[in-house]
């Protein structure tokens, strides 16, 4: 009997919150605890503070709470007996027990009639994961006590009664006879205390690994004896290995499940290849490469002035020899050439979306500025990525500074995938797409997550893999594979990086009826790139137009228990333990239109009004108030709804349905998106987002999205292994944390990071009521100084230190966060400030201040340094602003506020939503026939003092009504008028700075041009500063921190706007390099420059 007061799985904010409705001294209710497994968190309402035991049990399975030294403890044999004895007055807590919260009511009732008519019809054959990975052990353990669990509801005393019986039924003559006891051993006794263990919401059967290392000791040993033999076999005949690169040294490892599944799965990979590669290696000789994989040399024609005279020339990208032929016919001679060294940087004009300036360094060593129009914007960005391959390929950096990923994601609709898929893998259909001259260029991960998927692993990897030959001439490698249901994720990486990945770890979360089914649910696949995380989430959520708030538990459960990555890192969940974290799905958010509307979402779509139709996506308006993808982000939706189509076309929404109990509507929607999350100050980019338009056997369409992504090498400490760095210090002062919490109890700081060699903690902060109600927790005393095991710059630059402020009495998490150590400033005071985040939700913030001292040394410039973005300067100056710092942190201005401090995760509170404004924007011709959804130009967002920040995208008021569509056109006049209103003030040029990726702040930001500012003094102009025609592209860093205050630029007005796109502009990818951004309200920053790289092609 599961009692009232006993809420199972909640959160510790829900639990506050429950208690604080009440109002009541004494209100209490019992939670699982967050901290430690099979323990439980006594929760009492006292003076309207939350008060917190831990409830733990002991090897008898008897319950205590948990008391201070000296104090007794008394033992319970059951929580019911410990919470009526706690009734009683004077026990030991702040007070007796008296008002049990009871549970809330869950719409479980309407989710299991949308859910039947698929549970009726499971798969046909249950899915089987490849033997790749760890997690297909992880499933099948889940599954079996699932079942077991639910048998035991129902006749508890004879579990083991009967599976002792079932085994007396079967066979048992060929069974060693240590072996059959130990199985003998588990059923009578230690199954029933495995499956007690899966009550508090744990996957752990501790038990269960027992018996199986016991069962698989001498097939491990075995095992691990053979594998080094094969292992070396096929290095020998593997003519993809990287020269220099040498396997990882396999560490001894017991005799697990998981470890012996490992072991297996790469016994079998290598007895199923080795004959194939003797064979290659026979057939092509030692000295061949991936001669198939070349890519071709592409033309592109290009307009150049010379002495204002337009000319047409060709440009001759030769990736595979690295050079740029220059000609000034098709068929003519060279006029010049340069090779890869000689080009120096690519400069893309943010205002012409076609222009392109490369610069090139000449014979007498001095740098030339050349300035080309492309076609179109799309050609423009396509010839950036070749000449970005051309760089990448003939680097001397012996590991890679930047990597591309595919991400794919498709509900399959329970129907065989059509023969050709091609076109989803070369990113072509609507939306954001590519160039075709990008199609000769190979991602280096592709991950393809499907929904309602009808085939077997080994099956649609085949399909996969295939596809992916015909179009790069590669064999691509398989990471991991992992399936719950018919829910699939696959991973995908080439030969070459085959070495740099490592610690893949998978896992899936069942979100279906009650939690327990697999029809719904999330798999996820992580792993190490070198030294950088990622991690992927495939989900498939709670479908139907009024479930939203479902789906939203749903998102909230997969956070709270898909375990990825590293086990170090228990406090904190999946959205801080990668570099990136990339989630892609079925997500079911719809739009909150009604039925009636259908045909105006119609009629909105063949027009392309897409903005329109944003403004009433639910994932979107969720987003908005912070409940669901806190700080994700997502590129702008250029496409039309993936869903409901017909079947085998894609020219008709069938958005009704006939079922028993009347019409059902699916209004068109996009309900299949692709998400990121990145630490802060990280380099990614989104390169495309869309879907395609040719496969069309599912009722969904399959979506893409592409990504460069910033990558770190594992860098090997000059000091040698086992010696601490003494030259480098991490210092953090005058830190404090606000915290949202009705909780009464100290707090303390963890700190974790790789760079560490373990995580360290800080002594209890000092209490203090903020002004709004909120605790403020002071940490007065100077916080512990981090020692990272390597302080040389170029390592210590790149990594990040997490935060977790925790309670005293439990030693719960309440909130956590991520702080950049990308700062030049060394040696110095710079502010921090990251918020603080738990399970998904917003709970604080985190300011103070840091100094870092790393060894002498110099931080060499990124592969992707190599594309910029630059601001044009105001009409008829033709000359280009010179290049500035892109130090992130080196002109930071510590006499900011507060609530100024720079922000390496920039998240909104409630007082900056209410400031956001609308951006300027842009016509961009990369999208065509997408006339009336315009795309802003593009920014990072990063939030430090100095970094001037363009607005985050308007999602609807939760609160006002959601407009009605309507199909006329406002009348020219009106247009005129609002042009006039919603126009943006020019942007400033700002430093060039590192990706941020997390949710953006509204604080501190400019007002729309038409609009007088409330209250608030107008910010001065800075003085207006001339700058040379031509400059040195690669100035000294020295010259780079003296550069002076470029001024404000004035711009002529922009065409009128449609007050729906003012109003909805899509987040853009944060790119490092990117920093056109709007002004801080009453402050300028004296800073200009170029602008980043931006994914607006």
Request: aromatic share 8%; hydrophobic share 30%; with cysteine.
């Amino acid at each position: 009997m599961v009692h009232c007061w006993n809420h199972g799985n909640i959160t510790r904010s829900k639990a506050e919150e429950l208690l604080s409705k009440t109002g009541k001294d004494g209100s209490f209710l019992v939670r699982a605890s967050e901290s430690i497994s099979r323990a439980y968190a006594l929760c009492v309402l006292f003076r309207n503070c939350v008060y917190t035991y831990r409830i733990l049990t002991n090897e008898e399975e008897k319950f205590t709470v948990q008391a201070s030294e000296g104090v007794p403890v008394r033992f319970f044999t059951s929580l019911d007996q410990l919470i009526e004895f706690y009734r009683k007055e004077n026990m030991g807590l702040v007070t007796h027990l008296q008002y049990p919260v009871p549970l809330e009511e869950e719409e479980a009732g309407d989710e299991l009639e949308e859910e039947t008519e698929f549970f009726i019809s499971p798969p046909e054959l249950p899915p089987r994961n490849l033997p790749l990975t760890s997690g297909s052990s992880e499933t099948k353990e889940v599954t079996v006590t699932l079942d077991n669990s639910r048998v035991m509801e129902h006749n508890p005393l004879s579990l083991s009664e009967t599976l002792l019986q079932r085994l007396q039924g079967l066979d048992t003559s060929g069974l060693p006879e240590e072996h059959l006891k130990a199985i003998q051993e588990y059923l009578s006794t230690q199954v029933a205390m495995d499956a007690e263990f899966l009550k508090p919401g744990s996957n752990n059967l501790p038990h269960l690994k027992k018996l199986v290392m016991v069962l698989c000791k001498e097939l491990h040993s075995e095992v691990a004896r053979t594998l080094p033999s094969l292992e070396s076999m096929q290095r020998l005949f593997d003519q993809q290995l990287s020269p220099g690169i040498r396997p990882r040294p396999q560490a001894c490892t017991e005799a697990s499940p998981v470890n012996v599944l490992a072991k297996l799965g790469q016994l079998t990979s290598l007895l199923s290849s080795l004959e194939d590669k003797v064979k290659a290696f026979l057939g092509e000789g030692p000295e061949s490469t991936h001669r198939r994989s070349l890519i071709p040399p592409v033309i592109f024609e290009v307009k150049s002035e010379s002495l204002g005279i337009s000319q047409k020339i060709q440009l001759k990208v030769d990736v595979e020899t690295g050079k740029l032929i220059i000609k000034k016919s098709k068929d003519g001679p060279e006029d010049k050439f340069y090779s890869h060294k000689k080009i120096l940087q690519l400069i893309k004009s943010q205002k012409f979306h076609n222009k392109l300036v490369i610069v090139v360094e000449t014979e007498k060593e001095k740098t030339l500025r050349k300035e080309y129009v492309f076609a179109n914007s799309k050609k423009r960005e396509g010839f950036c990525q070749l000449l970005q391959q051309m760089k990448n390929k003939h680097s001397e950096q012996p590991e890679p500074d930047m990597i591309t990923i595919f991400i794919g994601t498709w509900n399959m609709g329970d129907a065989a995938p059509p023969k050709k898929i091609t076109s989803w893998f070369l990113s072509k259909g609507q939306g954001k797409t590519r160039d075709d001259c990008a199609d000769y260029i190979p991602h280096d991960i592709y991950v393809i997550g499907t929904q309602e998927d009808p085939l077997g692993d080994k099956e649609w990897l085949e399909i996969l893999k295939h596809s992916l030959q015909e179009i790069t001439d590669i064999s691509f490698k398989t990471i991991a594979i992992h399936t719950l249901w018919n829910i699939r994720i696959v991973v995908l990486a080439k030969p070459e990086h085959e070495n740099r990945i490592s610690h893949i770890c998978t896992n899936n979360v069942k979100t279906g009826i009650a939690n327990t089914l697999g029809n719904k649910g999330a798999v996820g696949v992580s792993f190490m790139f070198n030294g950088t995380s990622l991690g992927f989430v495939n989900s498939h959520l709670t479908s139907g137009s009024e479930k939203k708030l479902r789906r939203n538990q749903n998102y909230m459960s997969i956070l709270r228990f898909l375990a990825l990555g590293d086990k170090k890192l228990s406090p904190f969940n999946i959205t801080h333990r990668f570099t990136h974290l990339f989630w892609l799905g079925d997500l079911n958010y719809r739009l909150e239109l009604p039925p009636s509307e259908a045909e105006n979402i119609i009629q909105k779509i063949k027009q392309q009004q897409f903005s329109e139709l944003l403004l009433h996506d639910q994932l979107l308006m969720e987003r908005k108030e912070q409940k669901v993808f806190l700080h994700f982000e997502e590129e702008e939706i250029t496409f039309a709804p993936t869903y409901r189509f017909e079947r085998l076309t894609r020219e008709k929404y069938a958005y009704t349905k006939q079922k028993a109990t009347g019409m059902k509507y699916n209004l068109p929607s996009w309900c299949d998106r692709v998400l990121w999350k990145s630490y802060p100050l990280v380099h990614v980019v989104c390169q495309s987002y869309g879907s395609t338009s040719d496969i069309m056997t599912s009722d969904h369409s399959p979506v893409f999205a592409t990504f460069e992504a910033g990558v770190t090498s594992q860098f090997v400490s000059k000091n040698g292994p086992g010696n601490v760095d003494s030259q480098g210090q991490i210092e953090f002062l005058k830190c404090y944390a606000t915290l949202k919490t009705k909780s009464q109890t100290k707090f303390y700081l963890e700190f974790h990071s790789s760079c560490l060699e373990s995580f360290v903690k800080s002594q209890e902060g000092e209490n203090e009521e903020g002004t709004e109600g909120e605790l403020v927790v002071k940490f007065v005393d100077d916080l512990p100084k981090l020692t990272p095991i390597i302080s040389d710059p170029e390592y210590l630059l790149d990594q990040h230190i997490l935060i977790s402020i925790k309670s005293s009495d439990s030693d719960e998490s309440y909130g956590e966060g991520c702080i950049a150590l990308r700062s030049e400033a060394t040696e110095s005071l710079v502010p921090i400030y990251t918020a603080l985040t738990h399970h998904g939700e917003m709970m604080g913030h985190f300011r103070g201040e840091i100094k870092l001292q790393t060894s002498q040394g110099k931080k060499r410039e990124r592969l992707y340094d190599f594309v910029k973005t630059e601001r044009d300067e105001a009409t008829g100056q033709k000359s280009l602003k010179s290049l500035i710092s892109h130090d992130p942190m080196k002109h930071w201005d510590c006499s900011s506020r507060p609530s100024d401090l720079g922000k390496n995760t920039a998240d909104p509170s409630p007082m900056e939503e209410q400031q956001m404004t609308k951006p300027e924007m842009f016509e961009n011709p990369l999208y065509g026939s997408v006339i009336s959804f315009l795309k802003p130009a593009p920014r990072k967002e990063q939030d430090s003092p100095k970094t001037l920040r363009k607005d985050r995208p308007v999602c609807p008021d939760p609160g006002a009504p959601p407009p009605a569509i309507n199909l006329k056109k406002p009348p020219e006049g009106e247009s005129s008028k609002l042009a006039n209103k919603q126009i943006s003030p020019p942007f400033l040029p700002v430093p060039r700075m590192r990706s941020f990726t997390c949710s953006s702040s509204a604080e501190g930001r400019s007002t729309s041009g038409g609009e007088k500012t409330q209250g608030k003094p107008k910010p001065p102009t800075p003085s207006e500063t001339p700058v040379p025609a031509k400059r040195p592209v690669k100035p000294a860093r020295s010259e780079m921190s003296q550069q002076g205050n470029p001024g404000q630029i004035n711009r002529p007005p922009l065409p009128a706007k449609s007050p729906a796109v003012l109003h909805l502009q899509h987040s853009k990818a944060r790119d490092y390099r990117e920093s056109s951004e709007l002004p801080h309200h009453g402050k300028h920053w004296p800073e200009e420059g170029p602008v980043s790289r931006t994914s607006m092609q």
